[in-house]
């Protein structure tokens, strides 16, 4: 009798232990709400053989609106800029503030006040985080497909995550996510690939380090790689 009981409570035991090791769950939904904010340090290089172009700017992304459906107006401004070039310096030009309707999802909806540019609907989809939909565990994978944008000449894409781990980043909890968005069906697809940080706190992108491979770039006459690195301030 006490050979049965110890079996009973060994399995007991083991049943407890494979339900205390269950990986959790996290929730990466963004919240968005009107003037809802966030400042950014963005810092892109172009490797031109011979030198090395760097941009850096601080940036604001600030929700503008927020549709019942949960589509939202994000604006994007540059407050302050820099080119790099060698050793030279020159203040960047200013731009102008970008509005981007995106979807629940994070996906590239419209460019509002753009009729076309192909260049810009492409950087956008590749620059975006596509959220899971639901909470996902270390180890986790998820894949979002999206149809491009015909009318901007912006081909379809395949965007690809898993979750790397947990990781803490000055006072900020995230998940360190690697990243692959490729674009499909197009004659020289374009790709980003790297590693994002997304805060547990409020879903918005803490971090990222991406490699961009045969991305548009205006002004240049052909595709270019470029890496791009986000910081959130």
């Known amino acids: 009798m006490r050979t049965v009981r110890g079996v009973g409570l060994t399995l007991f035991l083991a049943c407890w232990s494979l339900m205390g090791a269950t990986e959790p769950t996290y929730d990466l939904a963004r919240r968005v709400e009107t003037a809802l904010s966030a400042t950014y ?28 459906n949960g589509t939202f107006v994000v604006v994007g401004e540059t407050l302050e800029g820099k080119l790099k070039y060698g050793t030279d310096e020159y203040p960047a030009p200013p731009t102008k503030p970008t509005r981007v309707r995106r979807s629940t999802s994070g996906a590239v909806l419209e460019l509002l006040g753009i009729e076309t540019d192909s260049e810009k609907y492409r950087l956008a989809t590749l620059d975006a985080f596509y959220y899971p939909g639901k909470p ?15 009318k901007q000449g912006a081909p379809p894409f395949r965007a690809e995550y898993t979750v790397d ?10 998940l360190r996510i690697k990243a692959k968005i490729t674009e499909i069906r197009a004659e020289k697809p374009a790709k980003s690939e790297g590693t994002y940080w997304i805060s547990l706190k409020d879903g918005w992108v803490q971090k990222a380090e991406l490699t961009w491979s045969d991305v548009p770039f205006a002004g240049s006459p052909g595709p270019i790689n470029a890496f791009l690195k986000l910081e959130r301030l």
Do not use: C, M
């Not at 601080?58 to 019942?68: D, M, R």
């Not at 781990?165 to 995230?174: D, F, P, R, S």
């Open 136 to 150: 996902v565990a270390v180890g986790e994978s998820w894949r979002r497909e999206g149809q491009g944008n015909v």
């Open 41 to 68: 340090l963005v810092t892109t290089t172009i490797d031109l053989g011979d030198a090395k172009l760097e941009f850096s700017a601080k940036t604001i992304e600030k929700v503008e609106s927020v549709e019942p």
């Open 165 to 174: 781990g947990v990781e803490k980043l000055g006072g900020t909890e995230t």
